[in-house]
């Protein structure tokens, strides 16, 4: 008998450790993900902090940049405006 009651809280306790471990592992999958997005967000914003300083350095030079700097502004604004007006024109 004592044997069957040693096997049965043998059991209980297992069934406890493998609803913990599941647990943990679950808890350690979300840290993984979180980790993962901030990354990605990491080398976003390098890419963006590179990009800018290139920008930034193309704006400062000469004036053949800047020729080319507006005219790239001026292309960017048409462009959005053109696609703002074929969305609007697909919604309705």
């Known amino acids: 008998m004592a044997d069957w009651t040693r096997a049965q809280s ?3 306790v297992e069934e406890i450790l493998d609803r913990e471990n599941k647990r943990m592992a679950d808890s350690l999958a979300s840290k993984v993900t979180r980790l993962k997005s901030d990354s990605d967000f990491t080398s976003v914003t390098g890419l963006l902090t590179g990009s ?5 350095t193309m704006a400062r030079s000469g004036r053949d940049n800047r020729k080319l700097l507006c005219g790239m502004a001026l292309v960017l604004i048409v462009a959005f405006f053109i696609l703002s007006y074929l969305l609007s024109r697909t919604r309705t």
């Open 10 to 12: 043998s059991g209980a």
């Open 52 to 56: 800018v300083k290139r920008f930034s």
